[in-house]
């Protein structure tokens, strides 16, 4: 007959809480210490009579430190201080010598400047443009074409990949 939860918790205790502790060190081992028992409390119904409880607590503790361990390495990691000044990373501009290009492509018409960013930027299928700005493929190909025609117009010299000649 298996005896109650309890007097394993009060055997066995000190034990499973010197794993945690080994594994973790005293600041997380607490709380793996309660982990574990939460989960052999909720398992111990199954534990056939027979079994060694100590080497199943010490094997959910096991468990659990890994969990913590395991959780660790997903936090974010401590920084130094965050400047206070906003980013330009990933905003077009002159940061990277390309501003007059931005500004060409800011003053396209809104269906050519949508559909050369949708396509060239994107690279969405014009059958896809077509969808989001709610006309043909056609009209969606015809608009990223002038675009890229109003764009050499107005930044000459500019190598676009991908763009028709």
């Known amino acids: 007959m298996k005896q109650p939860f309890e007097k394993v918790v009060e055997q066995h205790g000190?034990?499973?809480l010197r794993v945690c502790r080994v594994i973790?060190?005293?600041?997380d081992a607490e709380d793996a210490w309660?982990?574990?028992?939460?989960?052999?409390?909720?398992?111990?119904?199954?534990?056939?009579?027979?079994?060694?409880?100590?080497?199943?607590?010490?094997?959910?503790?096991h468990r659990k430190a890994i969990d913590v361990i395991r959780s660790r390495?997903?936090?974010?990691?401590?920084?130094?201080?965050?400047p206070e000044a906003p980013t330009t990373l990933g905003v077009p501009g002159d940061r990277d010598?390309?501003?007059d290009l931005w500004q060409a492509v800011a003053a396209l018409p809104e269906k050519q400047r949508q559909a050369v960013a949708y396509h060239y930027v994107a690279g969405l299928a014009y059958a896809e443009i077509a969808?989001?700005?709610g006309g043909s493929t056609d009209a969606a190909r015809r608009a990223a074409a002038d675009g890229i025609r109003n764009l050499r117009k107005?930044?000459?010299?500019?190598?676009?990949e991908g763009a028709p000649s």
Do not use: C, Q
């Open 154 to 160: 107005k930044y000459p010299g500019a190598a676009m």
């Open 34 to 61: 309660s982990e574990t028992f939460l989960a052999a409390l909720r398992a111990y119904p199954e534990l056939p009579d027979d079994a060694n409880a100590e080497a199943w607590l010490v094997t959910i503790a």
């Open 97 to 99: 010598g390309d501003g």
């Open 131 to 133: 969808v989001i700005l």
């Open 14 to 16: 000190g034990t499973v």
């Open 73 to 82: 390495k997903r936090l974010p990691a401590p920084v130094g201080d965050i």
């Open 24 to 27: 973790l060190g005293v600041h």
